[in-house]
């Protein structure tokens, strides 16, 4: 038997005691009055006489995170959902026999309930003066690694409860990414965008090119897929004269794991009547911007070591300028489509049926120039081969409206001026059926004849962007995981 199952075993013989002594060890009637933050806060400031003056009671529930015994006194921690801790003093002549009993059979991880003023001691350490107390919730469980830490990754990703409930550092990112979307609202809204909810299930996976997860309707006896993007629905409001949508949601793709990648995420999308995609790379300089000053203060960041400058305005960069100027490769390759294309195909680069020059350029990008991209970076000029969705360029129709922005080598942001013209669109979503029919398991399976006639109603010019919250948060909690910002990530099974 390991030591964890002798404790658990231990500590369910003292819960049946408990209840044949008639203590309800999970009693549901107790009110705290105050958190310790807020205690903290309010009184942290006051010396030992001011708080003997106070003359008011405290009432507070926390779990028990440490005990010194000491005889007929006892000192304890407890931390609540606030993540402050604090100390408390227990007395048995204050509290009385039957209550310090109780307390002497408490184990680490309980969480219970104090009544009692505030005082300091010697080492003017800010404490409860315990008058009474309530065991609120019997833990059958010890807590991981005797309260100190818990540092074991696979344990902290699959036992996120046990992660937040001894490693402060966790429950500070959470509460910062509630913020990030908080200030990302706050920014859209003022702007004059809508949020709205678009469908999770579909029936004709499109917006991106990702393989979808597949799901069924009973009752309507219908194939359905979890999203892989929200973009054709939100279009379809921009048809419908909301002229600037939001939505902050889940998407879901098909796809591995990896330290920047879960196949559940939370992606921001946004569209705006009347603008191009210019407008949002200017946009989206002043949300990041607003949301890091807001929520740190400066935007002169560190990022896994790397100081990164998010004040406006970013670096922009064409795409093929950045494979010479950035990766090295000479230009006359670059404008050899051949030669492009054997360079890619060297580098290991699988060219699908249809796929070439484009394909080729963005492959050998990914390659060798996005992890030399720090600084916030704008990448345009996108080839029209792998941007089915966007609007060509007025000057070089071989190139669309769109850019791509980089942070700390990885990319945050896709936008584009949005292709409006319904005929232009069926064409493509034809060559993206042909594709799939073909074996490309990533593309539509079926015309969204639905969303071209929305098209045919009208959709006034539009730029619309995508920004990964998860890559956000992970920027601006210097996490190096996607794991590290997302509560419960996906995980491949226990053995």
């Known amino acids: 038997m390991s030591s964890a199952d002798r404790i658990s075993d231990q500590r369910r013989e003292k819960l049946a005691e408990l209840r044949q002594q008639g203590v309800d060890p999970f009693f ?4 705290p009055s105050h958190s310790i933050d807020r205690i903290k806060e309010q009184y942290e400031p ?27 006194a006892s000192f304890c921690h407890i931390q609540d959902g606030s993540g402050e801790r ?6 048995r002549q204050v509290v009385g026999e039957e209550a310090f009993a109780l307390f002497k059979k408490l184990d680490l991880g309980d969480i219970v309930g104090f009544e009692g003023t505030l005082f300091r001691t010697r080492t003017q350490e800010l404490t409860l003066a315990v008058k009474s107390l309530t065991l609120l919730t019997k833990s059958l469980k010890p807590l991981p690694e005797k309260y100190h830490g818990l540092t074991d990754v696979e344990t902290r990703y699959r036992q996120r409860y046990l992660d937040l409930m001894v490693n402060p550092q966790v429950r500070e990112v959470f509460a910062k990414r509630s913020a990030i979307i908080r200030l990302v609202r706050q920014f859209l809204e003022g702007r004059g965008f809508l949020e709205v909810e678009t469908p999770m299930m579909q029936p004709i996976p499109g917006g991106a090119t990702a393989r979808p997860f597949i799901t069924h309707h009973q009752a309507l006896d219908m194939t359905l897929y979890l999203r892989i993007a929200p973009e054709l629905y939100l279009k379809r409001l921009v048809v419908g004269g909301l002229e600037r949508v939001y939505e902050i949601n889940r998407n879901f793709r098909n796809e591995g794991l990896s330290i920047q990648h879960n196949p559940e995420f939370t992606m921001l999308e946004f569209y705006q009547a009347y603008a191009t995609y210019e407008d949002l790379m200017t946009l989206t300089e002043e949300l990041v911007a607003y949301v890091a000053q807001n929520l740190l203060g400066t935007l002169k960041i560190t990022y896994q070591g790397q100081e990164i400058d998010l004040t406006p305005p970013w670096r922009r960069l064409d795409l093929r300028e950045s494979l010479t100027a950035v990766g090295g490769i000479p230009p006359e390759v670059v404008r050899d489509r051949e030669a492009l294309v054997a360079l890619a195909k060297k580098e ?17 990008f990914d390659l060798m120039v996005e992890v030399h991209l720090q600084q916030p970076t704008f990448i345009l000029g996108y080839p029209l081969e792998t941007s089915p969705l966007s609007r060509k360029n007025d000057t070089d129709p071989e190139v669309v409206d769109r850019f791509e922005l980089f942070i700390a080598s990885r990319e945050m942001a896709n936008a584009f001026s949005e292709l409006n013209d319904p005929d232009d669109q069926r064409q493509r979503f034809e060559q993206q059926l042909a594709a799939h029919q073909a074996g490309d398991e990533e593309m539509p399976h079926a015309l969204d004849e639905d969303f071209v006639n929305a098209l045919e109603h009208g959709l006034p010019p539009t730029a619309g962007e995508g920004i990964g919250i998860d890559r956000l948060v992970m920027l601006l909690t210097d996490s190096p995981s996607i794991r590290d910002v997302i509560l419960f990530p996906q995980l491949r099974p226990e053995r």
Request: cysteine-free.
């Open 348 to 364: 290991g680069v699988t060219l699908r049926a249809g796929e070439g020059y484009g394909r080729a350029l963005t492959k050998l």
């Open 28 to 31: 549901n009637l107790f009110k």
């Open 46 to 72: 006051l010396g030992g006489p001011e708080l003997e003056g106070l003359d008011q009671n405290f009432r507070l529930a926390g779990r028990l995170m440490l005990l010194r015994e000491f005889g007929k």
């Open 86 to 91: 604090l100390q408390a003093y227990v007395q």
